[in-house]
């Protein structure tokens, strides 16, 4: 009876590339309905741009300097199904342009009608539905909206998927780097150096890069350029920050990328009269050798910091810009064996999957 089972349905096999939150939740959703999922990861930590580090006494310190796009939605999917506090982001994020502050909210303009003439182009429908209801609805007279991060700090949510990726049996994790990936009509192998995986399914994130051979045809995945960031960590007294924010993102600065001091409830709460600053740096901008006194020159100038730091430590963590068009393709000429999510924004990326995480709880 068991092998009558397991011969007439068998357990359906996805593979899952990286570990960043959206692809975490992929896997743990398609294991909820019955998959069973590997996830390859090249890195030995989880979460991808998301994952967290420790320094010295500092644990669980955020790799990025992050935000969580408005959307009413992924916020509320964030707190019901995944169960993460939320609380406003106070004072609001700010966008930098030439000392010019806006509110986070309003750069968007633009970048939202360059979205939706793209989603004409692509037809997808829902997507330009939801994104035109999206642009009247916050946009389109420049209405202010809040932004939410979680309470905790977003390890909390990175902690929580890993947490739930490993107690979970029916998901494998694989830490393995794929160089190659060849699919044909019955299967998908994804080929490291030493060892490779079979699948019935790859799903891939947005940001990939890599050779893929599918019916004998040769493809080469690309994303668009490298926009390549350093993360500079600053410990610092809070008395020495000279002006009260959360995060800013810089536009067209020949140095800072984002500057933010949100995210660290944890050390907030072990080090409370400590500040911990995580300045994104445009790694093309710098010399390694002379960052440290840029950054510190920098923020002086932008009226945020004038001290000197407790410490100054850096993490590196590549970005991409995203280019979707090859994996369509890939999607397509697989049929259907390779596909992808787009994993570019955090909560728009949640966004685009509600119709199919509607139920998941975490
Ligand atoms: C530093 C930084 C800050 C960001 N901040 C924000 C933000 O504030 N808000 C927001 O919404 N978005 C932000 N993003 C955008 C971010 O890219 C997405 O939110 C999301 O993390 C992208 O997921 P991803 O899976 O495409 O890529 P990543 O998060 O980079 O994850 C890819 C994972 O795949 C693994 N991997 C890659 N290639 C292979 C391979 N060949 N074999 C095995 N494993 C592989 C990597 O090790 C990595 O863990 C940020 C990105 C970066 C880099």
Redesign the pocket.
């Known amino acids: 009876m068991g092998c009558f089972f397991i011969f007439t349905n068998p357990m359906e096999h996805f593979a899952i590339?990286?570990?960043?939150?959206?692809?975490m939740l992929e896997a743990i959703y398609l294991a909820n309905h019955g998959k069973r999922v590997t996830i390859?990861?090249?890195?030995p930590e989880?979460?991808?741009?998301?994952?967290t580090f420790s320094h010295k006494q500092y644990n669980n310190i955020e790799?990025?300097?992050?935000?969580?796009?408005y959307n009413k939605s992924s916020y509320k999917f964030i707190e019901d199904n995944i169960g993460i506090e939320l609380k406003k982001l106070n004072p609001d994020p700010l966008f930098i342009k030439n000392n010019i502050k806006l509110h986070y909210n309003r750069k968007e303009v633009p970048v939202i009608l360059l979205r939706t003439l793209k989603h004409i182009k692509e037809f997808n429908f829902y997507s330009l539905f939801s994104e035109g209801i999206y642009f009247l609805k916050n946009k389109l007279f420049f209405r202010k909206v809040d932004y939410y991060y979680a309470k905790n700090g977003c390890n909390d949510l990175t902690l929580k998927l890993v947490s739930k990726i490993k107690n979970q049996n029916t998901i494998d994790l694989e830490h393995?780097?794929?160089?190659k990936i060849v699919s044909d009509n019955n299967s998908v192998e994804l080929i490291g150096d030493n060892k490779s995986v079979k699948c019935d399914k790859l799903i891939l994130?947005?940001?990939?890069e890599?050779d893929i051979n599918i019916n004998s045809e040769k493809l080469r995945l690309k994303v668009g350029f490298d926009k390549e960031?350093y993360?500079c960590f600053i410990v610092c007294n809070k008395s020495d920050l000279l002006s009260d924010f959360t995060y800013l993102r810089f536009i067209k600065h020949p140095i800072f990328h984002r500057v933010s001091n949100a995210s660290f409830e944890e050390f907030k709460n072990q080090f409370p009269e400590k500040a911990l600053l995580v300045v994104?740096v445009l790694a093309k901008a710098v010399k390694k050798e002379n960052i440290n006194q840029l950054v510190l020159e920098e923020l002086k100038n932008n009226n945020l910091y004038n001290g000197i730091p407790e410490e100054m430590f850096w993490k590196e963590?590549?970005?991409k810009e995203y280019e979707n068009s090859e994996l369509r393709k890939v999607q397509k000429k697989s049929g259907g064996k390779i596909s992808y999510i787009d994993?570019?924004?955090?909560?728009?990326?949640i966004f685009k999957q509600l119709n199919r995480w509607g139920d998941l709880r975490i």
């Open positions: 590339i990286g570990s960043s939150p959206i692809m390859i990861e090249k890195s989880l979460g991808g741009a998301w994952k790799l990025g300097c992050h935000i969580w796009e393995l780097e794929i160089k994130p947005s940001n990939f890599l960031i993360h994104g963590y590549k970005s994993t570019s924004c955090l909560s728009n990326g």
